[in-house]
């Protein structure tokens, strides 16, 4: 059995702010200390990052830290993408085993695999944070490629998205702090169901991609896939053509042999720009001939509705959800940005799954498994039920 509780301060002396934020997830569990600490804070708080870490460490006496910077944090109580914050949540379990990992540069996945190598990795979780320096994508392969499939949730930290600072963004594991730095906590012992929301509905018809280079789609279905795009495009309503501006993207099918897709089946990529000589679409994912896509739009009517079906299977699934906790990585654009109101997401698990502690924070992408794979997700939520 877990112990877990969640804390939450908006206080702008950051120091302070994490006191209050680890003594009240503490509290909130009827703990004094903690076997592991996630620790995640808003970019208000970037250069006293190694103090506010180590102030958690005293407070909840252990090193087992883990977490990063972000432009927001999120607790159960609500969701902070505006303002100055902090987030905690704290664990201790019977039967928790926590293997902490952390590698710096371009082949951390490599060290990562190679510290996980020792360890029974069956029922195991690997939570994992990356920075902006480097692919989360080749990072998954490379500790995949090391050590074979191991479920992996989590996501890229986030910079302030108003002004650039440097660094623009930190991780942290135990004593390490960087901003080149991987950061993971492997979890045996305990259970865990994961869960993706959208963001985006697909419109149109899918598309088989038949030319293509890198990160450039020249041709879909043996056409300019500019004009699969126009023909796409013909088929939204006037109101949706008016909302048009940042938000379609491309969805990338995540099982090519469905026969049916629908909301929450792709894999949600940024539409670069178009090439007008030879009407090519350029994205930010390498693509390959004879994969599936289709173009969605972001509305805030799709993500809502889509979070709400992930919470009712999260709900079918675990049923009565005494004794979990939770980590929630929430994409950067959505929170009020994309619904114009606070505590969007919160709000839908607390009306679906109940009052449970959880933590998180506002990524520049989300990591999390969809059947056997794992997948770098875009403008998603992910949630990790614990327990």
Not at 115 to 142: H, I, S
Not at 187 to 199: D, K, P
Not at 353 to 374: S, T
Request: charge should be negative.
């Amino acid at each position: 059995m877990i112990l877990s509780g969640a804390g939450h301060s908006n206080e702008s002396d950051g120091l302070k702010a994490a006191r209050l934020a680890t003594h009240s997830a503490l509290g909130q569990a009827t703990l004094t200390q903690a076997d592991l600490v996630f620790v995640f804070v808003t970019h208000h708080h970037l250069e006293i990052a190694q103090l506010l870490v180590q102030e958690v460490m005293e407070v909840a006496e252990t090193v087992n830290v883990v977490g990063c910077s972000g432009m927001g944090v999120l607790t159960d109580d609500r969701e902070n993408d505006r303002e100055p914050g902090v987030a905690v949540l704290v664990m201790v379990g019977e039967d928790l085993d926590v293997v902490l990992v952390h590698e710096r540069g371009e082949g951390a996945g490599i060290g990562i695999g190679e510290q996980l190598l020792p360890y029974d990795k069956d029922d195991a979780l690997l939570v994992m944070v990356t920075g902006l320096f480097g692919d989360p994508a080749r990072f998954m392969k490379q500790i995949t490629d090391n050590i074979g499939h191991l479920p992996i949730v989590g996501g890229m930290a986030s910079p302030n998205p108003w002004e650039r600072t440097e660094p623009p963004s930190l991780q942290w594991c135990g004593n390490e702090i960087g901003e080149d730095l991987v950061v993971g906590v492997l979890l045996r012992g305990v259970n865990f169901a994961t869960g993706v929301a959208q963001g985006c509905q697909p419109f149109g018809q899918a598309y088989t991609i038949t030319q293509c280079d890198d990160q450039m789609i020249h041709q879909l279905a043996f056409g300019p896939a500019v004009d699969a795009l126009k023909e796409a495009m013909d088929t939204l309503s006037a109101e949706e053509k008016a909302h048009l501006r940042r938000n379609i993207f491309i969805g990338l099918a995540m099982d090519e042999y469905a026969v049916e897709r629908k909301l929450g089946d792709y894999l949600i990529r940024t539409l670069m720009g178009i090439e007008e000589r030879s009407g090519g679409l350029g994205i930010n994912e390498s693509v390959s001939v004879g994969q599936t896509v289709q173009f969605n739009l972001r509305t805030p009517g799709a993500a809502h509705e889509d979070m709400v079906q992930v919470m009712k299977r999260l709900k079918a699934e675990k049923g009565s959800l005494a004794g979990v906790c939770g980590l929630y990585f929430n994409c950067m654009g959505r929170g009020f940005g994309l619904y114009a109101q606070p505590d969007h997401d919160v709000l839908v698990m607390r009306k679906y799954l109940g009052a449970f502690p959880i933590a998180g924070f506002f990524g520049q992408a989300e990591f999390a498994p969809v059947g056997e794979r794992n997948f770098v997700h875009s403008y998603t939520g992910a949630l990790v039920l614990l327990w």
